[in-house]
């Protein structure tokens, strides 16, 4: 039963309906055609026949018919019956084969023919085979004077039809039949592939994400679903990936903090100390507490913007006085660091956005800058108008430490940090969760914007991110 839920059984059984209604129609046409052109054919020529009776016949009609069509056609005609009535229905003179047989002439035949009105029949009156027959008056002085009567057999017309029905009969079901087995065989043919597809996703359904389909047929359609089948099996494999490694990152930032915790209370709990011995302790644990706060709701916030429930306020925002509020506020950040922070904003860079994320956009960008620039170095920030490509941009350029290029494409990744970065002392002074540039990539696709960054080592980086203008 299964087979016959199966895509082959339907193409086939398709294919096979579709097939059998054109060759009925076909069949149809062919015989129901070639009916009409016999029966034309013979009509044509009693009528041809009658024609020439009719242009040799005189009152009181003794004529010799057989000599007549001798004369005309060389021989005497076979099949062909013909005789001549007068007006009164008598016979005046007949072929001698209608010796044979009794031509019929109805009422409304010689009616017709009294109007000079020609008429065709089909009649019955010998053996298994109808006779064609074809009423043709004589008119003299514009009145019918008697009547000729041609009659054919339909015996070759009848056996003709009777040959190619037979014909039709057999062959159609047989072509069916053949077509059935080829359509079953194209149908197999054509879904291997698909067949294939089937076994590994099954395989790749047991957690084998390294199978890809592997298909030489790539301009058609299963060509086309194979390609799109491994470009969608490597996305998954590397968003497996992906989430492999956010959760050892994030299990490792969180482990470490918790293991500093435990430490310094199992040390704080081992014998009596000084209340500044405790208050150390209780401060450093505030550190790791509030590291592990911002880590949480840094993954909330992405976990959130992930499954989409992130809401926007979209509203009219002024990204130079936005940047400069943002740059105000950091003034004493990069005092403590002694870090020269600097701003230049044309005055009018409007965007289409929410206020409060495009702010914590600008000031992750800036704090990372700082964090990451030496004493004496400089972070500036700057906002620019491009009316002519309807974008603004914002530039957060460092001195730092800078990033190596084999760092740059991961820079965005969720806890990825170069690996200076990585130490757990340079962590605890920078106070980064790295998950910072993450969301600011998040912002700036949310605002159908773009985040980029150029760096050297040992010579600073520059994020850009680029927003479309409100106009």
Not at 192 to 217: E, H, M
Request: charged content about 25%.
């Amino acid at each position: 039963m299964q087979w016959f839920k199966s895509i082959k059984f339907k193409l086939t059984s398709w294919y096979v309906v579709i097939l059998a209604v054109i060759l009925s129609t076909f069949s149809l046409f062919l015989y129901f055609t070639l009916a009409d052109s016999l029966y034309k054919g013979v009509d044509g020529k009693i009528k041809t026949m009658a024609e020439i009776v009719v242009s040799s016949a005189r009152s009181p009609f003794t004529i010799d018919l057989d000599q007549l069509m001798t004369d005309r056609y060389g021989v005497r005609p076979l099949g062909r019956f013909i005789q001549v009535l007068d007006e009164s229905g008598k016979i005046g003179g007949s072929s001698t084969n209608v010796q044979d047989i009794k031509i019929p002439i109805s009422v409304p035949t010689l009616t017709a023919a009294s109007k000079g009105i020609t008429t065709y029949e089909t009649v019955e009156v010998m053996g298994k085979y109808p006779l064609r027959l074809v009423t043709m008056p004589v008119m003299e002085n514009g009145k019918m004077a008697g009547v000729v009567q041609v009659a054919s057999s339909l015996e070759g017309v009848e056996e003709a039809l009777d040959k190619l029905a037979l014909i039709l009969f057999i062959a159609v079901p047989a072509v069916l039949l053949f077509a059935s087995a080829g359509g079953l065989f194209l149908a197999n043919k054509a879904l291997k592939p698909v067949d294939q597809i089937t076994q590994i996703a099954r395989r790749i359904g047991s957690g084998d994400l390294s199978q890809r389909i592997r298909i030489k047929r790539g301009n058609d359609e299963l060509g086309r679903l194979a390609s799109t089948f491994n470009e969608m099996i490597a996305k998954v494999d590397e968003s497996f990936r992906q989430v492999k490694r956010f959760t050892a990152d994030a299990s490792h930032e969180l482990k470490t903090p918790l293991t500093i915790l435990r430490g310094e209370v199992e040390v704080g709990l081992k014998r009596e100390r000084a209340l500044k011995e405790y208050k150390r302790i209780l401060v450093s644990n505030l550190e790791e507490i509030t590291r592990m706060s911002r880590i949480v709701e840094d993954l909330l916030t992405l976990s959130r913007a992930d499954m989409g429930e992130l809401k926007m306020e979209r509203e009219k925002v002024e990204l130079s006085s936005l940047a400069r509020e943002v740059w105000e506020d950091l003034q004493i950040m990069a005092h403590q660091r002694k870090v020269e922070l600097t701003f230049i904003g044309d005055g009018h860079a409007p965007v289409d956005g929410d206020p409060l994320f495009l702010r914590q956009l600008i000031l992750n960008l800036a704090e990372n800058g700082l964090k990451y620039t030496r004493p004496g170095g400089e972070v500036s920030m700057k906002v620019e108008s491009d009316r002519d490509n309807g974008v603004a941009r914002i530039f957060v350029a460092d001195t730092g430490v800078g990033i190596a290029p084999k760092d740059l494409k991961r820079i965005f990744d969720r806890f990825f940090r170069t690996d200076k970065a990585r130490s757990r002392d340079t962590s605890r002074d920078t106070g980064g969760t790295g998950l910072g540039l993450s969301i600011c990539q998040w912002i700036a696709r949310a605002h159908k914007g773009e985040i980029a960054v150029k760096s050297k080592v040992g010579k600073g980086s520059t994020f850009t991110v680029t927003l479309p203008l409100k106009h």
